[in-house]
T-cell receptor
Framework: NAGVMQNPRHLVRRRGQEARLRCSPM?????VYWYRQLPEEGLKFMVY????????ESGMPKERFSAEFPKEGPSILRIQQVVRGDSAAYFC???????????FGQGTRLTVV | SQQGEEDPQALSIQEGENATMNCSYK?????LQWYRQNSGRGLVHLIL?????REKHSGRLRVTLDTSKKSSSLLITASRAADTASYFC?????????????FGKGTLLTVNP
């Protein structure tokens, strides 16, 4: 049973470009969470999704950021018109239900140049 | 202090010694989890302790939880160089937001061979 898979592991974007981060949850998990980790910081909650639904996006910036978890395929975190401040590690986690142990992926390290 | 704040921020010990890290939080919780993160890598789930539990063991790990003091400790016994990593505690929000984990900034543990 593969763990949470994130790709790409590293992503470099120029300012103004779009970044797409993908997350495939563990088999049997229908709950996905995205977190962001700035350098020397802990992880900060961004958004919680179930299949085809955004449950809680209270941690997501109001502009340029969006997330989806379609019926088929991975969850996508999309950042439009990236700025240098978006440079961070973005982690995805999944669980079989809310409140259960969450398993994290290896993360995508986004660098905006 | 923020929810899920660890102390010390950094800890350096010799191989074979025990390492103790503490975590304090502010609000009521359902669960408290400890994670390990090696430099530049993803998070590895170590242990989950529920609010009605006081102590839990897993191999060389011992976690305690004192809900009256809103604090937890992680003890790693007989440490090894491979234990060198950052350790984070994460609390869920309790109540309706038990899915949202709040992380501290972590304790950087260095185990010297």
């Amino acid at each position: 049973n593969a763990g949470v898979m994130q790709n790409p592991r590293h992503l470099v974007r120029r300012r103004g470009q779009e970044a797409r981060l993908r997350c495939s949850p563990m088999k049997g998990h229908s709950h996905v969470y995205w977190y962001r980790q700035l350098p020397e910081e802990g992880l900060k909650f961004m958004v919680y999704l179930q299949k085809e639904n955004i449950i809680d996006e209270s941690g997501m910036p109001k502009e340029r950021f969006s997330a989806e978890f379609p019926k088929e395929g991975p969850s996508i975190l999309r950042i439009q018109q990236v700025v240098r401040g978006d440079s961070a590690a973005y982690f995805c986690a999944s669980s079989p239900n809310s409140g259960a142990e969450a398993f994290f992926g290896q993360g995508t390290r986004l660098t905006v140049v | 202090s923020q929810q899920g704040e660890e102390d010390p921020q950094a800890l350096s010990i010799q191989e074979g010694e025990n390492a103790t890290m503490n975590c304090s939080y502010k609000t009521s919780i359902n669960n408290l989890q400890w994670y390990r993160q090696n430099s530049g890598r993803g998070l590895v789930h170590l242990i989950l302790i529920r609010s009605n539990e006081r102590e839990k063991h897993s191999g060389r790990l011992r976690v305690t939880l004192d809900t009256s003091k809103k604090s937890s400790s992680l003890l790693i016994t007989a440490s090894r160089a491979a234990d060198t990593a950052s350790y984070f505690c994460a609390t869920d929000g309790g109540g309706g937001s038990n899915y949202k984990l709040t992380f501290g900034k972590g304790t950087l543990l260095t185990v010297n061979p």
